[in-house]
Structure formats: structure tokens, C-alpha cells
């Protein structure tokens, strides 16, 4: 039994909508689970569902897939407010695990990045602009992102001293429909002792919004 993004397969991936047999099991919007990885999972576990129950009805299949979230500070999904989603992906430490979140996404994003330097280079991440409206910078990375970002020809770019401050910004930068993805591409250390320090400020930030 074969799954994927190639409609001869029995379960694939469609117009941001994930098929069984021709039949629509669950739009991708529903999902709370977010990344490739896991919509893959997602399509593996309705094969094994399909051939166990094949009876099962559609709608509690998506409505179960629904109820699951990723792990805590792991493209987690925070809340959505004012038709904005808030994204914590605090456990992002460096340039390929943000270029990663964003590809995981569908929504138009808002970027904030930043945090202590690893003396890495962020060109990767400005490879993945085509989904990206803005990019908020903060932490002690946050000028040398900035000249990358110049230097790449992304211009839609804001600098912010304080983390606090950078998702204000990104809130009110952010039109109803996208998505706010905390996504730092650094280490904490600047400013936290750890990324799950990290993690819990910005949600505690975004709930106090």
C-alpha cells in the first residue's frame, strides 16, 4: 500500500487536502500537526486505519487527526488570535531546522529569528523567502541576520532589541490568515538559559497580547 504525493498512490496529498481511495479524509487546515514529516505519518496511519476498519467513517478520522499537537517547542501550535496562528519553535537552534519550519507551512509567514551567535552563516534561510512576508530580527544575532537578509535582496526586514518586543511587532504586522512562526535559528543563551525557557516566554508573551 502506497502513500505520497502522486495521486496514483491509494492515500496522497492534494490541494492541501489528504485523500483515501479518491475520497477526501481531511483538509491539511485542520491539522494541527504541522510538517511534512507528519503528514506523511498522518497518511500511513489512515492506510493502516482503512485496511483494519474499512468501514470507518471519514469524519471521525479527521476528527481524531485533528485533537493531536506536535511536541512542546516543535512547530507547537500556540493559539490563534485575531485570525493570526502563533507558532513556537523555540527548539530551532540553528539555519536548517528554521529553513525546515518554514517548508512545513502553508500559511504566509512572519518570521522572527534571532538569539546567540554559533558563528553560523543564515544564507540557507533566505533560499525559503517565497512564503515569507516579513522577518523580525532580535538577540545578539540580530544585525548580522539583518545584513544577510540586505544581502539577499530581503528588504521587508525589522529590527528589534527585546523578544518581547519583536512578537508585538510581528502581531501587528500580520494580516488576519498568516501565521506568526517563532522560529529563532540560534541558541538561546543570549537571553535564556536554555530554548525551553525560550519557548515558554514567547507563548506567556502571545497569551498576554
Do not use: Q
Not at 470507518?56 to 501550535?77: A, P, Q, T, V
Not at 502563533?86 to 518554514?102: C, V
Not at 508585538?168 to 540560534?186: D, H, M, Q, R
Amino acid at each position: 500500500l502506497y502513500f505520497g504525493s502522486n495521486s496514483d498512490c491509494l492515500c496522497y496529498l492534494k490541494n492541501n487536502c489528504i485523500y483515501y481511495g479518491g475520497e477526501i479524509i481531511c483538509s491539511t487546515e485542520k491539522l494541527l500537526l504541522l510538517g511534512k514529516h507528519n503528514l506523511y505519518n498522518i497518511m500511513a496511519a489512515i492506510l493502516s486505519v482503512k485496511t483494519l476498519l474499512p468501514d470507518m467513517d471519514n469524519s471521525i478520522i479527521c476528527e481524531i487527526l485533528s485533537s493531536f499537537k506536535n511536541g512542546e517547542h516543535r512547530l507547537e501550535y500556540v493559539c490563534e488570535k485575531s485570525g493570526i496562528v502563533f507558532i513556537n519553535d523555540s527548539k530551532s537552534t540553528n539555519p536548517a531546522s528554521t529553513s525546515a519550519a518554514i517548508d512545513s507551512l502553508f500559511y504566509p509567514i512572519t518570521l522572527i529569528l534571532g538569539g546567540s551567535d554559533k558563528n553560523t552563516d543564515f544564507d540557507e534561510i533566505f533560499l525559503h523567502t517565497e512564503k515569507i512576508n516579513k522577518i523580525i530580527v532580535t538577540g545578539d544575532t540580530k544585525n548580522k541576520i539583518f545584513a544577510t537578509a540586505i544581502n539577499h535582496g530581503f528588504y521587508n526586514v525589522m529590527i528589534k532589541d527585546k523578544l518581547e518586543d519583536a512578537i508585538i511587532a510581528a502581531y501587528k504586522n500580520t494580516a488576519p490568515g498568516g501565521v506568526v512562526l517563532f522560529s529563532p535559528g540560534c541558541a538561546s543563551f543570549d537571553s535564556f538559559n536554555n530554548y525551553e525557557e525560550r519557548g515558554n516566554f514567547f507563548k506567556r508573551a502571545v497569551y498576554s497580547i
